[in-house]
């Protein structure tokens, strides 16, 4: 906590030593710069180490395809983040919004007809996971493991525990929406620059994102100004089914198969490219534009680790320290930047 | 209970027959309180007599149990809200100031009725030109000192008030809610929101004024109603009751729990 001493006595001019000035571009986006370097120093890092293999185009082609698959929920995942909660259920509503597609698609519905379906269904999870946290206040962290058991039981049940072959003569448009190529760039990472615009006018200029951070800052605080708290987290996680939809259908198309286990192995992934981003884990604060750059930061390191022919084995000890050291680092920069102590917190 | 005669008039704001309880503690019962048009009305009471959780009623925050009744303008309104008590026209600085420490003092300042341009888009542009007009014009800070993108957590206690403050005169509203206002500001700051609280009056608003300190409630009030444990405990018209009076009263209903 800051200290606060609240003044009692006379005190009409401030001093003129107190007076602190418009706080800098690098005071303001310590975080983004921060992220930033992180990945400038490891892709330095990994060119130096396996050039033959980075300075090869396929890398980066790989990387552009895999990384929004997770990245897509990161960002969604930020805003909930920063409202003070939790999300683990994402991996769940991949697959079942994903089954709800498939099913529906198979029985012979148009594929629009079904894509909404599916969106639809992502967002009704993120209704109950949000009306279950902030109507009846139970706790994100526990409530959306028992959603994600409910959701991944549901679906399993559906799809009766087999898969469904995605093949691009069946389902052309959705090969073209979710893994074509325009201009030669891999459309996955399209998506992903167009979600971050949105996400960001969404969270910087919308009175939704406003209220994403106040609430997200003092729940109390906010209810009091006549800010409905409930149905600002309630959005935030139907934001995150609607992208974890998009993602589980991106996910399987890439893969030509909808397998019914889809989602598992995102949920670190996901949640370590929100915090390396510098979002909060205690709310209030968080950058839409940190999310998506330690998204790629964590692809990297997936792509990175295998392709320059170092064993597997290192991926997660890289991941560990990339995490572990630049989030140590973000939060000292950042208390320095905001002259606060280091203890007293 | 005093009955004396009010204001002419339909009240700005009635509760009527409002009680609130709080799983075991009971913090309002059978509240009659109505403020009118043009009219200061102070609201003093022991610690813990009720005087926050009636603000707060009178707010939207809290809903009264079932039987109290909510009056704005001479309507019976059923689904109070803070939003809704907002929009027409009433403000308040909480007790607990309501801020949010981590944010710029431009989203603090705008909190819940943030300003949007004519494509929907945020205004942020205008929340922070506005915040630091107001920052220099009303709460004397030179821009200088504080800028609108510090965060309220770096500011003093003082200033955090003042932040406050400003935010409930910003709206222009016909009610303005002050829960002691003057908690440790400066002498020359506390002046200051005494002189605004009578300007509320001559520019023919409402207010509600809660303060330990009767040296500052007194002079500037119209009405005062006193709450004791709950329930109000007495009402009296300014003119019917000298300082004195009241401090001895008051003194009183601390000792014995009735006005009489
Ligand atoms: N949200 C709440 N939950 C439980 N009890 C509450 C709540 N709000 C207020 N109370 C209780 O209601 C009673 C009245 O509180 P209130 O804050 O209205 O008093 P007050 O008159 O404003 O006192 P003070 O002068 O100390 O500010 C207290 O006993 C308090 O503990
Ligand atoms: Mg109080």
Not at chain 1, 232 to 246: I, Q
Not at chain 1, 256 to 282: M, R
């Amino acid at each position: 906590m800051v200290a606060e001493t609240q003044p009692t006595g006379e005190k009409p001019k401030k001093p003129q030593d107190n007076r602190v000035g418009k706080p800098s571009f690098l005071r303001r986006y310590v975080s983004q710069v921060g992220i930033v370097g992180v990945g400038l120093a490891m892709w330095l890092a990994f060119v130096i180490a396996a050039p033959q293999v980075f300075t090869n185009q396929n890398i980066y082609i790989a990387f552009a395809q895999t990384t929004p698959q997770f990245g897509i929920i990161a960002i969604a995942l930020t805003f909930v983040v920063i409202t003070g909660e939790m999300d683990l259920s994402f991996p769940s509503i991949m697959a079942l919004g994903t089954a709800v597609f498939c099913l529906l698609a198979q029985g012979g519905l148009a594929w629009p007809l079904a894509l909404v379906a599916a969106f639809g269904t992502g967002a009704l999870c993120g209704w109950i996971n949000g009306t279950l946290v902030a109507w009846l206040n139970i706790p994100s962290l526990v409530i959306t493991i028992g959603t994600s058991f409910l959701f991944r039981g549901l679906e399993l049940v559906m799809m009766d525990g087999t898969g469904v072959p995605l093949t691009a003569q069946e389902y052309p448009e959705m090969h073209a929406i979710f893994r074509s190529s325009p201009f030669g760039i891999p459309v996955q990472t399209l998506w992903m620059i167009i979600i971050l615009i949105g996400a960001w006018f969404l969270l910087n200029r919308s009175r939704f994102g406003a209220h994403v951070f106040l609430v997200g800052d003092n729940p109390t605080s906010a209810r009091l100004m006549g800010i409905n708290a409930v149905s600002v987290k309630t959005r935030a996680f139907m934001l995150v089914g609607v992208m974890a939809t998009f993602s589980g259908l991106m996910t399987s198309i890439y893969g030509f198969y909808f397998w019914p286990t889809t989602g598992e192995g995102f949920l670190l992934n996901t949640i370590a490219s929100v915090f390396l981003g510098g979002t909060s884990v205690f709310g209030g604060t968080g950058s839409v534009a940190g999310t998506f750059f330690a998204s790629y930061i964590i692809g990297a390191i997936n792509a990175g680790v295998v392709a320059a022919g170092i064993n597997a084995f290192y991926t997660q000890l890289a991941f560990g320290l990339v995490i572990v050291v630049s989030v140590v680092l973000q939060t000292l920069i950042d208390r320095r930047m905001k002259r606060q102590s280091l203890t007293g917190r | 209970m005093t009955q004396t005669t009010t204001p002419p008039g339909t009240p700005v704001i009635e509760l009527r027959n409002v009680s609130k309880t709080f799983g075991e503690v009971r913090s309002l019962s059978g509240v009659d309180f109505a403020v009118y048009p043009g009219e200061i009305v102070g609201l003093l009471g022991d610690n813990g007599a009720g005087k926050s959780t009636l603000v707060k009623t009178v707010m939207g925050f809290h809903a009264p149990d079932p039987g109290g009744e909510i009056w704005f303008n001479g309507e019976r309104i059923d689904d109070w809200s803070v939003a809704r008590a907002r929009d027409l026209g009433i403000e308040t600085i909480y007790q607990e100031r309501a801020l949010c420490e981590k944010q710029p003092i431009w989203r603090n300042m705008f909190m819940g009725r943030e300003p949007r341009t004519k494509w929907g888009l945020l205004d942020v542009a205008r929340m922070r030109s506005e915040s630091a007009r107001l920052m220099s014009d009303h709460m004397g800070f030179t821009s200088a000192a504080v800028h609108p993108d510090n965060v309220v957590a770096t500011m003093s206690g003082g200033e955090k008030q003042g932040v406050a403050i400003t935010r409930a005169l910003y709206f222009d509203a016909n009610l303005v809610i002050l829960d002691e206002p003057t908690v440790g500001l400066s002498l020359t700051e506390t002046k200051k929101t005494l002189d605004f609280v009578s300007g509320i009056k001559t520019a023919g608003k409402s207010a509600i004024f809660i303060d330990h300190n009767i040296f500052h409630v007194y002079p500037v009030v119209d009405r005062l109603y006193v709450l004791d444990r709950g329930k109000v405990a007495g009402i009296y018209q300014k003119s019917e009751i000298s300082m004195d009076d009241l401090i001895e009263r008051l003194y009183h209903v601390a000792r014995t729990g009735s006005l009489n």
